[in-house]
Structures are given as structure tokens and as C-alpha cells.
């Protein structure tokens, strides 16, 4: 019966496959100037009518029948290269394509083509070039792409300066983040003012709102794939910054030039090299910064195989003098191997290494307190250019998951004991196909299945709980016995239908599943945020998404596009009230379980070409949850509903010398819980909270402005931003206490972070 099925799956997926006389031209696409490959060039044969795009890797297929053709070769920010081939057999053809100089009309805002997105399948997929997200104004200075991605429609930060953002209703814990492939659990430093990816070691990146494709899973809401730069492969380049409290340095060039090269950069803070200035004692020995090092090396062994390895390795450290320290990195791990079987079929061969880890030194009690979770990933993942209608995705993979909830080690003298949680284990897996097929000039369809399942391994105890959350009974597993074992289909599909060349419209359905989940207070998540894989308690939580969308070109310049979605989630997870989570052997008697659902249309405006190039962006969208234990089984707003969010984007380049940006930001107050009322118990006003998070904070807004000057050398420039320009006290918190004034009233306390705040950092390039 299984067999008759998977038959049945690969002939339903070959729909339209054909394997006539045709030929195939293949290759990469590099950058001229450097040797990287570009991820996402056009080639295009105008006679045939045939198009393809280079992959990741910049590889590009494209078979076509036999012919003297004249072929277009693009990429967005660079010129466009033609060239008249004789197709009469298979040829493999490696392009270098050169930048458009700055002193040009042609300057992006966006590293896809604005043709691309009308073709595409893709939907809810946000690209952006690093070249102008360096441009835009963040806090203090710091290139950021977690910064930058929240000003997207759909997209909304966790908090003012947070590198933490919601999609689509979806929790912060619900977004896939890959670093080279490998996932990076918290991506925040300094609590989550400046986020782990450098912008000078990063090459792209590319959001995912919902309808990923079937290579991605593990994750209800996004997946943010960003990719490392390779290195130079013609010369040595330094480049670096020198900023007001971090700077950065970054080395590459190549192993044997158009062959091979490699990439190191670094960045430091040294907020607490100005600490030891301050006259408080207390603030001399404060230790406040974070480092993190990019590292990746690629060779090409031969001409159908090339070696990469990369890894990341960051670290933020916190001490209160002799008193309390706490420190938390990520560290990761890839290596990858590409093969040609042939000019149509591609293999990616990836292994593996993710850990994050965080350390609590309670100095005082003489007690140190650590928790982690690590993974091990190995992934086989093939494209098989069929021909110029029909592309086929296939490929598995296997991670193992060690988790470590948290161990307690003190000295003898400390008054706390040993304490250590059991580690939990687990083995995810899932296996994948998707057919890419061009149906006819107008009708594009992609579809496709991503089978997945989840493994709770031994050794270890798994508790049952009764009505009230109490353990009444439990049961202990041996090493590598299985405790819980869950499998799902996840079926994605998405359409485009191509009524001009300057206007489609596109529908998506998409399933999604994630097994393992984040235990955390903060909105924007915090070092000691703790995971764990589901149980027999913690059921996988389960979204499915709908989407329908409208795109629109208006000439070179302009595009537009609309979209509106509806996710419905199962098995979402909250508290109870007073639930006690940090070093609970017994966490899941605390949680309690329920759905949620939302709802929402973006809309999003570009400018493209010129001088002035910028966009517009604003979303409509409500979110609610349901738990039968919270607000007497009432839905409410979730704590990211926010109805309105509007961004407003602004480069403007009027001179190879000068460089202007801004950024207007505004969005509907949070969601919260304030006192409806009070009353006394042992002489202290105690307040009494209504329904949950039927109020709002304040709505935020803020403008920041930048501006960029360049020297005789126009890789190097001083920069100039202010966040906040207008000085807004957008409310980060509000409290409530006992008046101090007026014993027995209460009054409420507003927390402000930021008000303006400027910097100036000093580029380099040698």
C-alpha cells in the first residue's frame, strides 16, 4: 500500500515533466569585482521564452531545445550581460556580472526584481540587499537585519530597540532564524538592542511570512534564512567601523584566487571600557559588552564540487562587581558540500553544529546556575532541473536535540544545593519533494509535501498530570528508549497567475508544525529564556495558513503589492496565573494549552529606481488566544496584537558623495492587563486586573534620520543617525503602585528607554 502511494505521489508530482530533445545550458553566476556567487540572477533566453534563476549557491539550469540563442544574464544593481551561444549540446557557463557605478540612475532598493516577483510563485517573501540595509538609520549606529526586517509589512518588533519581531500573530519562538543554514535560538545581544548578525560578514537575506517552501520546517510563523559572505576570491580586502560603543573589523580575500577563499570578521562593544571612568565604585568593576566572530572558507575541488565551512561564535557578558554575572552565547557550525551530478541535477550536503547556552553567576550566594539546548543536523538536499517548465525539489533530513533545562553548582559554603534537571532528548526528522511547474505562460504552480517526525528519547521521567496541573503518577525511561513519538504531513502549495507582465495575482495554503518550544516572561525574549521539545504532555503546535495576494509593477520604478492571510494555530502554549518556571522539574503543571488565530492585509509600496528609492508599508491585523483556564475560556488579544502598523522609507542618493535616509515608524499600543480596580490586605493597596490584555499602552511612533558621507576613497565614509529624532517618550512599560502622595490611591508609572539618540561611526575599506 506505501509503495502504491509513494508511486502515486511521484507521478502526481511529474505532471508536466517531459524529457525531450532538449539541451541544457548551466553554470554560476559570480560578481566580477569580488568572485561571490549572486544568489537569485536572471537568466533569460528572449527567443524561447525560457527563464531561470541561480539558486543559493548561484548555480542556474536551463533547457531549452537546440538553437543559436542570444542570452540574458541579470542581476539587480549590476549590468546586464548578452551573449550568443550555439546551444547545439549541453554547455556549462560560468558569468561575471559588474556593478552599476553609484553615479547612476540605477540604484535598488531590493536584491529580487521586480519582474521576478510577478512570475514567482513566492508569497509573504521579503528580500532586501545588504548594501541598502546598511544605509537606514538604526539605534546606536549598528547595521542590523532584525532591525530592518521589522520595518516590512507583516513584520512587527517586540519591543523599542528589541531584535526580537512577531509574524503574522505568531510568536517570537515561532520564527526560524538560519545563520549558514544552522538555526540560532537567540539572536539578541545586549538584551536585544543589537542582534548577532554583523552586517559586514553577511551576504543576503530572506524572509519566509508563513508559506515557506517545503525544504524549511520546525517553525509556525517565518523562517529568516540569511547567508554568510564567501570571501573575496580576487583580492585582499580590511574593511571595518569604528562607532561610539562597538567597532568592527573584517578580513578576506582569496585561498587561490576564482578558486577558493575565506572571510573572518569580528565586532566588539566596550560600554565598560567607559564604566571604569565613572566616579561610582559600583560602576568601575561592571562588566557590560558582547563579541561575536564570523568565520567561512570555500573551495572549489573541482568542476562539479566545492567545499564550504563556516561558524559563528558570539558572547555577551553581564557582572554586578563581586556580586551577580551572567553570561549567554550562541555558537555554529556548517559544513557543506555541493556536487553536479550533471547539468540538471544539484546535491547540497550539509552537517550541522548549533548551541546556546547561558550562565548565571549568583557571586554573593556562591551558586552558578547554566541551561542550554544543542543540536546536531544533517541535511541532504537535491534540485533537479528538469527542463524550463518543471523544477524538482527532494531531500531529508535528521536533528538531534540534547536539552539541558538547568543545573545548579555551588561551593561547599553556599546555602543552596546541587540541583541538576534532567537533560531531555529527542530525534526530529522529516523528508521532503515540491514541483515548481511553469503550466503555461501565465499559470504558475508550486506544490509539494514535507513529511515530519518527532522522537522523545530516554533516558529520562515523564510525569502525567491530573485536572488541577499536580503530578499523580510518572514513568523513567532507559537510555535511547522512545517516551513520545508524533508524525505529521505538512502540505504546502502556492499559485501565481500572470494576467500582464506587469500584474499577478498569487493564492497559498501552507501547513506547518514545531515541536520544540520556548518557556519565556519577556515579549521580546531574554537570555534565560528556556526550550523544550514536546512530551506527552506538550503536544507540537500546528498552524495553517491562507493567503491571497495582488502585485503590480508601474513601469521600471514603481511596484505595489497587497496581501491578505488568515493563520489558525492549534496547541499553543501560556501560563497559568502565579506559574513558576525557572528550575521546575515539573515545568509542564504550569502551562496551560489552547489556540489562536489571525487575521490581516499588508500593503506595501516601492520606489525602486533613482535617486530617491524607499517604500511604504502598512498592515492591518488583528490576533487573539484561547485557553479554557485564562479569562473564564474567553478569547483575547494577543500580547502582539497591534491593529495598525505603518513604516515609511526614505533613501536618497543625490551624489557619489552624499547619502541621506530616513525612517517613520507607527504602530498601535500593545495589548496589556491594568487594574480595574483595588483593595487592602495587611495595609498594602493589592490592585485587581481584569480581563487579559484588554487595555492598550500608548501608540509608538518615532523617526530616524541618517546621513552618510564619502571620501576619495568611496569604500570608506563617516556616518551620522539619529534614532528617535523628535525625541518621542514612547512608553516601554506601565506599572501600577500605591501613591506615594496620596496613600490609598493607586497611580500608574511610565517607563520610558530612549529618547534621541545619536551616533557616528567611521567606515573603512583597504
Same mark, same amino acid.
Given at each position: 500500500?506505501k509503495?502504491?502511494?509513494l ?5 502526481? &508530482?511529474?505532471i ?9 545550458l ?13 544568489i ?26 537546440p ?9 539587480v *544593481? ?11 549540446e ?5 558569468? +561575471? ?42 539605534l ?18 517586540? *519591543? ?15 520564527n526560524?532564524?538560519?545563520l ?5 535560538y ?24 508563513g ?7 520546525? +517553525?509556525?510563523?517565518?523562517? &529568516?534564512?540569511?547567508q ?20 568592527r ?27 571604569a ?30 567545499i ?11 557582572g ?18 555541493n ?8 546535491l547540497?550536503?550539509t ?9 548565571i ?16 543536523n &544533517? ?15 527532494? *531531500? ?6 540534547t ?9 561547599e ?26 503550466a503555461?505562460?501565465?499559470?504558475n ?14 533516558? *529520562? ?19 535511547g ?35 520544540i ?18 512530551s ?10 491562507f ?23 492549534q ?34 509600496? +516601492?520606489?525602486?529606481v533613482?535617486?530617491?528609492t524607499?517604500w ?5 491585523? +488583528? ?9 473564564n ?11 495598525h502598523?505603518?513604516? &515609511? ?17 507607527y ?8 487594574p480595574?480596580?483595588?483593595?487592602s ?7 485587581l ?6 487595555d ?28 528617535n ?42
Amino acid at each position: 500500500m506505501k509503495r502504491n502511494l509513494l508511486l502515486a505521489l511521484l507521478c502526481t &508530482l511529474g505532471i508536466g515533466i517531459s524529457f525531450g530533445q532538449n539541451v541544457t545550458l548551466s553554470g554560476y553566476v559570480y560578481d566580477e569585482a569580488n568572485g561571490e556567487s549572486l544568489i537569485g540572477a536572471t537568466v533569460y533566453i528572449p527567443e524561447a521564452k525560457a527563464g531561470a534563476y541561480s539558486n543559493s549557491y548561484g548555480f542556474y539550469s536551463l533547457s531549452v531545445p537546440p538553437g543559436n540563442y542570444v542570452v540574458q544574464y541579470r542581476f539587480v *544593481g549590476y549590468g546586464v550581460m548578452t551573449d550568443t551561444i550555439d546551444l547545439s549540446e549541453n554547455v556549462k557557463l560560468d558569468v +561575471r556580472l559588474g556593478q552599476i557605478e553609484t553615479t547612476t540612475e540605477e540604484v535598488v532598493i531590493s536584491a529580487e526584481s521586480a519582474s521576478e516577483r510577478i512570475q514567482s510563485t513566492e508569497m509573504g517573501v521579503e528580500t532586501l540587499s545588504i548594501k541598502e540595509i546598511k544605509k537606514l538609520p538604526v539605534l546606536f549606529g549598528e547595521t542590523d537585519i532584525l532591525k530592518t526586517i521589522q520595518l516590512l509589512p507583516g513584520v512587527k518588533a517586540a *519591543g523599542e530597540g528589541s531584535s526580537g519581531f512577531f509574524v503574522r500573530g505568531g510568536g517570537t519562538d515561532q520564527n526560524l532564524i538560519l545563520l549558514d543554514e544552522a538555526p540560532v535560538y537567540n539572536p539578541a545581544h545586549l538584551l536585544g538592542f543589537f542582534s548577532v548578525f554583523n552586517g559586514d560578514a553577511i551576504k543576503s537575506t530572506k524572509l519566509y511570512k508563513g508559506n515557506m517552501p517545503a525544504e524549511y520546517g520546525g +517553525r509556525l510563523s517565518s523562517v &529568516l534564512d540569511v547567508q554568510m559572505k564567501d570571501g573575496n576570491k580576487k583580492d585582499y580586502e580590511l574593511s571595518g567601523g569604528i562607532g561610539l560603543i562597538s567597532s568592527r573589523l573584517t578580513f578576506e580575500g582569496p585561498i587561490v584566487e576564482d578558486k577558493g577563499s575565506f572571510m573572518v570578521s569580528g565586532r566588539r562593544t566596550y560600554a565598560d571600557a567607559f564604566l571604569a571612568f565613572s566616579s561610582d565604585t559600583n560602576l568601575q568593576n561592571t562588566q557590560l559588552y558582547f563579541y561575536d566572530l564570523n568565520m567561512k572558507a570555500n573551495y572549489r575541488v573541482s568542476e562539479k564540487d566545492q567545499i564550504f565551512v563556516s561558524g559563528y561564535f558570539g558572547r555577551d557578558k553581564f557582572g554586578l562587581r563581586d556580586q551577580f554575572g551572567l553570561n549567554w552565547g550562541n555558537a555554529t557550525g556548517t559544513v557543506r558540500w555541493n556536487h553536479l551530478f550533471s547539468d540538471k541535477l544539484f546535491l547540497n550536503s550539509t552537517l550541522i553544529y548549533s548551541d546556546y547556552d547561558y550562565e548565571i553567576d549568583i557571586i554573593d550566594a556562591g551558586a552558578k546556575i547554566t541551561s542550554g539546548i544543542q543540536d546536531w543536523n &544533517l541535511k541532504e538536499d537535491f534540485s533537479y532541473y528538469a527542463n524550463q517548465r518543471n523544477t524538482l525539489k527532494f *531531500g531529508a533530513n535528521v536533528i538531534y536535540h540534547t536539552f539541558v533545562p538547568g543545573v545548579i553548582t555551588s561551593t561547599e559554603s553556599a546555602a543552596i544545593n546541587d540541583t541538576e534537571l534532567q537533560e531531555r532528548y529527542a530525534l526530529e526528522s522529516a523528508a521532503y519533494i515540491s514541483h515548481e511547474w511553469k503550466a503555461t505562460e501565465s499559470f504558475n504552480i508550486n506544490y509539494g509535501l514535507r513529511v515530519s517526525n518527532f522522537t522523545v528519547l530516554g533516558p *529520562g521521567t515523564e510525569y502525567s498530570y491530573d485536572n488541577e496541573g499536580a503530578a499523580v503518577d510518572s514513568v523513567t525511561y532507559g537510555q535511547g528508549e522512545v517516551i513520545k513519538n508524533y508524525f505529521g504531513l505538512e502540505p504546502r502549495i502556492s499559485a501565481s497567475y500572470v494576467i500582464n507582465p506587469n500584474l499577478s495575482i498569487k493564492a497559498s495554503y501552507a501547513r506547518n508544525r514545531q515541536y520544540i518550544h520556548l518557556l519565556t516572561n519577556a515579549t521580546g525574549g531574554s537570555p534565560t529564556d528556556l526550550w523544550l521539545p514536546s512530551s506527552a504532555t506538550i503536544q507540537p503546535e500546528i498552524s495553517d495558513q491562507f493567503a491571497l495576494g495582488y502585485f503590480q509593477t508601474f513601469g521600471e520604478k514603481y511596484e505595489g503589492s497587497v496581501e491578505i492571510y488568515y493563520k489558525d494555530l492549534q496547541n499553543q502554549i501560556d501560563y497559568k496565573n502565579g506559574a513558576d518556571i525557572f528550575l521546575n522539574e515539573t515545568v509542564e503543571s504550569e502551562l496551560v494549552f489552547g489556540d489562536g488565530w489571525s487575521y490581516g492585509a499588508e500593503f506595501l509600496f +516601492r520606489k525602486n529606481v533613482g535617486k530617491f528609492t524607499g517604500w511604504a508599508a502598512y498592515t492591518w491585523s +488583528r490576533t487573539f488566544r484561547q485557553f479554557d483556564e485564562i479569562n473564564n475560556g474567553e478569547a483575547f488579544p494577543a500580547r502582539q496584537d497591534r491593529v495598525h502598523d505603518i513604516s &515609511l522609507v526614505g533613501m536618497y542618493d543625490p551624489n557619489p558623495k552624499w547619502s541621506f535616509s530616513a525612517t517613520w515608524v507607527y504602530n498601535t499600543g500593545d495589548a496589556v492587563t491594568f487594574p480595574n480596580g483595588s483593595y487592602s490586605y495587611n495595609g498594602q493597596i493589592v490592585p485587581l486586573y481584569g480581563e487579559r490584555n484588554a487595555d492598550r499602552l500608548p501608540a509608538y511612533h518615532r523617526l530616524d534620520l541618517s546621513a552618510t558621507w564619502y571620501g576619495k576613497n568611496p569604500k570608506s565614509s563617516w556616518n551620522v543617525s539619529v534614532y528617535n529624532a523628535y525625541n518621542r517618550k514612547n512608553v516601554f512599560s506601565l506599572d501600577f503602585r500605591e501613591s506615594e502622595s496620596n496613600p490609598g490611591t493607586t497611580e500608574a508609572v511610565k517607563t520610558y528607554l530612549f529618547g534621541a539618540v545619536p551616533s557616528l561611526t567611521y567606515n573603512f575599506n583597504f
